[in-house]
């Protein structure tokens, strides 16, 4: 059974940095695709990054392009989300999800093309 756990988040002023990371466990994460989302408090959960099997594409949302990068590490088989330069309004609980695909290059964006999830971390940027 597939799960994915993240770690990583906190409390950071503006203009700082945090790097969360998602450990899955149960299966080789050169399986999946993975991606990030957040959820802001009243607001719905909206795609972040993604990133393909092979690490070879990327994807992010324009409101944190040049801000965060998107990686994975097969060998420690996680995936992180560097997130630098924060903004008060990244705040959100911040999730990854994983989802099987036989195309080593595809970039998942859509939700419902996830099948895995965490749990959630909770990103929190004071002004």
């Known amino acids: 059974q597939v799960q994915l756990v993240e770690s990583g988040g906190g409390l950071v002023q503006a203009g700082g940095s945090l790097r969360l990371s998602c450990a899955l466990s149960g299966r080789s994460i050169s399986n999946y695709a993975m991606g990030w989302f957040r959820q802001a408090p009243g607001k719905e959960r909206e795609s972040v990054a993604a990133?393909?099997?092979?690490?070879?594409?990327?994807y992010l949302a324009n409101s944190v392009k040049g801000r965060f990068t998107i990686s994975r590490d097969e060998a420690k088989n996680t995936g992180y989300l560097q997130m630098n330069s924060l903004k008060p309004e990244d705040t959100a609980v911040y999730y990854c999800?994983?989802?099987?695909?036989?195309?080593?290059?595809?970039?998942?964006?859509?939700?419902?093309?996830?099948?895995?999830w965490g749990q959630g971390t909770q990103v929190t940027v004071s002004s």
């Open positions: 999800a994983a989802a099987g695909t036989p195309f080593y290059t595809d970039v998942v964006i859509t939700q419902t093309s996830y099948g895995y």
């Open positions: 990133i393909s099997r092979s690490g070879s594409r990327t």
